[in-house]
């Protein structure tokens, strides 16, 4: 029980399957990312007796891999889509509102920079009239949503937008702009969605893969077969919605023995180097040379002190034809992301080189296919949710930010199938650790627990308490205590060295060589947990160090070249 009388629901696995088997429910949402968690809060909270499945873990795909930007997306009002801005704009209020712990308000700045005497960086700047354009277009963005968060864009001297970013080119830079968005720990986010809806009452259980769809008399879909631990469950319900993301079209092929596909998928990559060697105490965006796009410049692990641990820029926009289960990040986009960086850096400082690279990560867009095959940067945002001829909804496309309308506009479909009238409550339905939270000192272990847990960070404290040895650091140089683990296994559903240190925590993002010096200790301290022997431990320690091995690979070679030598196939 927190201070402020919250208490943590049951998260118990093994109950979890237990009610997949025993239990009918309403509906059975296929797919652990934002979106199905969202859907089956939505759902849950409803009233619809709900359960949801999800193969690996929870936001292991996509929703672990993005740029953990709760935002309008400022670019989209270039392409048209003001409808969408709006809504984005709209859902980052309301996810501010209701889960404030987990949400922050990130300032970003767009540098206008002049024309360099020379060099590749020509293609990267800024002009006047660009500027002023831009001035408009941050107006239509602040009047469409954007002055919910409470604060109004401005243009910035140049000496104010150097002392923002001290590293870029001081001669080249003539002002800025300032806007603010918002941040959030994706991975976080998402697990926060699974534990609140299991709050509502759904059954939520990860590593359940769906092997095939279970029909009835008239050939209806009326629910799913699943492996959990090695024994298949039916788990049965009257309506299946499919929010598996990119791998929609691959559960759809399990009902439908023909069908179009509808996902084209997009590669994201991000990389995270020393913040030192960028120095930026908010969010830049900045230019590619030769490309018609920009990266986000994200500070990333506040010290307290106006510094931070480190810093990720993203995001690439390419076509992605490979395995979608285990997208990587290849020394193309490598070169792509530091050309960018390194041309909104005075080169008084250094470049970033690939040396400095301490992690990557690569993640899917489950971009809805068009007509047209334009570049996919190019292609819409919104979702769509549709229903086959056997009764499974299908939710796709979409971003991070607007998550919650999709499961609305989902769940909307699944009563309507149900012959139901309930009507969605997450509009002002606060988050598990919402309730009750406050943040606590800058810089302090309590106030690092408290952005992540919210109200909840007393049953980490409470840990740390009971045995002091583990409020350790679980991971050298990063802000991970030894609780937080022992707290993911037990309140967290986390199974593998993998899940704790890729998603419950984010260390293998931040620091993957410290998250590999770490993995034996983790393994260690998990072990008695989940039973594991001295042959599973080792197993979960070289598991999780072939992922980074085959991770750094990819680093050093081009696309081709990685598929050509086998890397980035199935886990």
């Known amino acids: 029980m927190t201070s402020s009388g919250q208490q943590s629901p049951s998260f118990d696995r093994r109950e979890m399957v237990r009610r997949l088997a025993d239990e009918t429910f309403d509906v059975v949402v296929v797919g652990g990312g934002v979106t199905g968690a969202g859907v089956a809060l939505d759902a849950a909270s409803r009233g619809l007796r709900t359960a949801l499945v999800e193969r690996d873990d929870f936001a292991s795909g996509t929703s672990s891999k993005s740029s953990k930007l709760v935002h309008g997306g400022l670019r989209y009002l270039q392409q048209g889509e003001v409808r969408l801005v709006y809504e984005a704009l709209h859902e980052r209020q309301r996810l501010r509102r209701n889960a404030p712990h987990l949400v922050r308000v990130l300032p970003f700045l767009i540098p206008i920079l002049g024309k360099p005497t020379s060099g590749e960086g020509t293609k990267s700047v800024v002009s006047r009239k660009i500027a002023r354009a831009m001035g408009s277009a941050m107006w239509m963005y602040d009047l469409t949503g954007g002055w919910r968060i409470g604060k109004l864009h401005r243009r910035l001297r140049k000496d104010v937008a150097l002392a923002h970013m001290p590293t870029m080119p001081a001669d ?221 909804i299908t939710v796709t496309g979409g971003k991070l930010t607007t998550y919650r309308e999709m499961a609305e506009d989902t769940v909307d479909a699944v009563v309507e199938r149900l012959g139901r009238r309930e009507r969605c409550r997450t509009k002002r339905l606060r988050l598990l650790g919402a309730e009750g939270h406050v943040d606590g000192a800058p810089g302090t272990l309590d106030a690092h627990l408290r952005g992540r847990y919210g109200a909840l960070a007393s049953e980490v404290q409470a840990l740390i308490d009971a045995d002091p040895s583990l409020g350790h650091p679980l991971v050298t140089g990063l802000p991970y205590v030894r609780a937080e683990a022992l707290y993911a296994v037990r309140h967290e559903m986390a199974r593998t060295v993998d899940d704790v240190l890729s998603r419950r925590t984010r260390a293998r993002l931040f620091d993957r060589a410290a998250a590999v010096a770490a993995a034996a200790g983790v393994a260690q301290l998990l072990a008695p947990e989940l039973g594991w022997d001295d042959d599973e431990v080792q197993a979960q320690i070289d598991a999780f160090c072939s992922q980074i091995v085959a991770e750094h690979l990819a680093n050093n070679l081009t696309e081709a070249e990685l598929f050509a030598h086998g890397a980035g196939a199935d886990r």
Not at 190 to 199: D, G, H, I, N, P
Not at 278 to 297: E, Y
């Open 172 to 392: 080249r830079l003539l002002s800025a702009y300032l806007y603010y968005d918002a941040f959030a720990d994706d991975a976080r986010l998402v697990l926060t969605l699974a534990r609140s809806a299991a709050a509502h009452g759904a059954a939520v259980v990860n590593r359940c893969a769906v092997t095939s769809f279970v029909h009835d008399a008239s050939g209806r879909v009326a629910g799913v077969r699943v492996l959990a631990d090695g024994t298949e469950i039916d788990v049965r319900a009257t309506v299946v919605v499919n929010a598996a993301g990119v791998w929609s079209d691959d559960v759809r092929a399990r009902d439908e023995a023909e069908h179009p596909d509808s996902i084209r998928p997009a590669k994201g990559v991000h990389l995270t180097v020393p913040w030192h060697k960028v120095r930026n105490d908010i969010a830049v965006v900045i230019p590619v040379p030769k490309d018609k796009r920009s990266l986000f410049v994200v500070p990333w692990g506040p010290k307290g002190d106006g510094t931070f641990e480190h810093t990720y820029v993203g995001t690439t926009d390419t076509d992605y034809t490979g395995p979608l289960d285990d997208p990587q990040c290849t020394s193309d986009d490598i070169a792509y992301v530091l050309r960018a960086l390194n041309a909104s850096i005075d080169p008084a400082n250094g470049p970033v080189t690939t040396d400095d690279v301490t992690g990557v990560w690569a993640g899917l867009r489950p971009l809805v296919k068009a007509a047209s095959s334009g570049r996919t940067a190019d292609l819409s945002r919104r979702h769509r949710v549709t229903t086959n001829p056997h009764g499974v």
